[in-house]
């Protein structure tokens, strides 16, 4: 069982109108809503790859209730807490006849002490049935700084393998614990201070996290494929050539595979292939229809990976 842990799962909508008209009535053309968080997503995917997903989080009044039913009909355990507070709920409008773009966005859920130790609590107990633990972005206010690195180190107590994927003070507490391994993006980068451009260089520093102790550390690029870091290998996984879509979810499809190459103890080759081959089939995968198992086939037969010299 891979335990994913969303602590404030967002929902996100996205309405089209003709022309924002401000102070007065706009009649909606088209809309979208789907649940930005990556051990949602991370969950659905380990689902398509035939895994057994568990999410742990925090839940409140309706909101909530659309995430749960949401898990619910892709067959996903959870192990919510339940609050008296709504999900956060953040808001885009397109104008199609000038393409300008309005978001709203809420500052999410609070947690309390009493909501934190229960949540512990309901985590430590399911700890014994896991074997991979995910540990997701969107930290909600009120959880205190050293959650994750205690999560960590009480999951080495229980044999369980855990993938920091996180940014800002959970990702720097959470490394003092030595996870088994890391997933991060471009963009979480500047939390380890690199600033660097150049992915050779990206690299080079990333390098000593392995040698730390870090099992394997994820730079996914998104598009450009990933690199798969581990103390005696490095390997960098290309995407076909192919124009792809860039979907700022995909990350999520990534790590939900990631995930799972780490139960399964594939090699360091082909848990990468399945991770970066998952992450574009997401961003190819057509919207009138959910990406399928033969989707994520047939892409890994076309990335490759090559190994890099230390």
């Not at 050539?241 to 360091?268: C, M, S």
Request: proline fraction near 3%.
């Amino acid at each position: 069982m891979i335990i994913t842990v969303v602590l404030n799962p967002i929902i996100h909508e996205t309405y089209y109108v003709e022309e924002l008209q401000v102070g007065q009535k706009n009649w909606i053309k088209d809309q979208e809503i789907e649940i930005q968080s990556a051990g949602v997503h991370a969950a659905k995917v380990i689902k398509i790859l035939q895994g057994e997903p568990l999410v742990h989080g925090f839940l409140g009044e309706l909101n909530g209730r659309y995430i749960k039913n949401e898990l619910d009909r892709s067959n996903i355990k959870s192990n919510f807490g339940w609050i008296v507070a709504h999900n956060q709920v953040n808001t885009t409008i397109i104008e199609k006849k000038t393409e300008k773009v309005t978001i709203l966005s809420n500052r999410g859920i609070m947690i309390g002490p009493k909501e934190e130790k229960y949540f512990r609590k309901r985590i430590h107990g399911d700890m014994q049935n896991g074997r991979v633990m995910i540990l997701g972005n969107n930290i909600p206010e009120g959880i205190t700084s050293n959650l994750y690195y205690d999560l960590i180190i009480e999951g080495k107590k229980q044999n369980i393998k855990t993938i920091l994927a996180t940014e800002g003070e959970q990702l720097i507490k959470g490394l003092e614990a030595n996870p088994y391994a890391i997933k991060i993006t471009e963009e979480g980068l500047l939390d380890l201070n690199i600033e660097e451009t150049s992915h050779e260089k990206i690299v080079e520093y990333l390098y000593p996290w392995v040698q730390k102790g870090i099992h394997y550390l994820a730079l996914d690029l998104g598009v450009q494929g990933a690199y798969l870091l581990s103390k005696n290998k490095i390997c960098y996984i290309e995407p076909p050539e192919k124009d792809f879509t860039h979907n700022p979810l995909a990350t999520h499809a990534f790590l939900g595979a990631f995930a799972v190459g780490i139960e399964r103890k594939y090699e360091q080759e082909k848990i990468a292939k399945l991770a970066v081959a998952t992450s574009l089939a997401f961003m190819e995968q057509e919207s009138e229809g959910p990406m399928k198992k033969s989707d994520i086939d047939i892409m890994f037969k076309k990335v490759k990976v090559r190994e890099i010299k230390q």
